[in-house]
């Protein structure tokens, strides 16, 4: 019954590692989106997918690569990790681009490069 | 672009007492305000959505209004209990994705 749920929610591998982080969303929403949340816990924005298209690409280093092969999913890989990619990554989906009938947030998934 | 403040940025109350959190957006356009709740560990949990046509919105002992002339929520807890405490996130979905502001730790103590 889990509206977005991501998988792993926890993730430890070493530096200069390539890991993925998946994400699904049983919604019907056509918009997604990958969150990340610092050690300092504030949120920001890294991408948003709107029906499988990249719409938001907010200065994200491109050793990020977000996948969607369809609405329901957002992938995201991760090349050549780096300490400070040590982050709690969210996944969330709205029912359109403006969000007007809210967001609704994944559990999270905890990645720490040692 | 988009900034959210949030005030105060913790906050400790004795059980029992009302409380209110502010938020403030540097931009006027706001289309929807949500208010989430976090705890330790743990994901974002939505407690209550404004959309752009309303004010506010009552969820139990929670309410939260929406002041878009002059850029400003305040979340309104009602006798707060222990099970409260967890940091409140306000954000401003705007013309872009959701900006958050830096949250609310709150500690309510029985």
């Known amino acids: 019954d889990t509206a977005v749920s991501q998988t792993p929610k926890y993730l430890v591998t070493q530096m200069g590692n390539d890991k993925s982080i998946k994400c699904e969303q049983n919604l019907g929403h056509d918009t997604m989106y990958w969150y990340k949340q610092d050690s300092k816990k504030f949120l920001k924005i890294m991408f948003s997918?709107?029906?499988?298209?990249?719409?938001i690409n907010e200065t994200v280093p491109n050793r990020f690569s977000p996948k969607s092969p369809d609405k329901a999913h957002l992938n995201l890989h991760i090349n050549s990790l780096e300490l400070g990619d040590s982050a709690v990554y969210f996944c969330?989906?709205?029912?359109?681009?403006?969000?007007?009938?809210?967001?609704?947030f994944g559990s999270g998934t905890r990645l720490t490069v040692v | 672009k988009q900034e959210v403040t949030q005030i105060p940025a913790a906050l400790s109350v004795p059980e029992g007492e009302n409380l209110v959190l502010n938020c403030s957006f540097t931009d006027s356009a706001i289309y929807n305000l949500q208010w989430f709740r976090q705890d330790p560990g743990k994901g974002l949990t939505s407690l209550l959505l404004i959309q752009s046509s309303q004010r506010e919105q009552t969820s139990g002992r929670l309410n939260a209004s929406l002041d878009k002339s002059s850029g400003r929520s305040t979340l309104y807890i009602a006798a707060s209990q222990p099970g409260d405490s967890a940091t409140y996130l306000c954000a401003n979905s705007g013309n872009t994705p959701l900006v958050f502001g830096k949250g609310t730790r709150l500690s309510v103590i029985a």
């Open positions: 969330a989906s709205s029912q359109d681009m403006t969000g007007g009938r809210g967001y609704t």
């Open positions: 997918y709107n029906n499988k298209e990249l719409i």
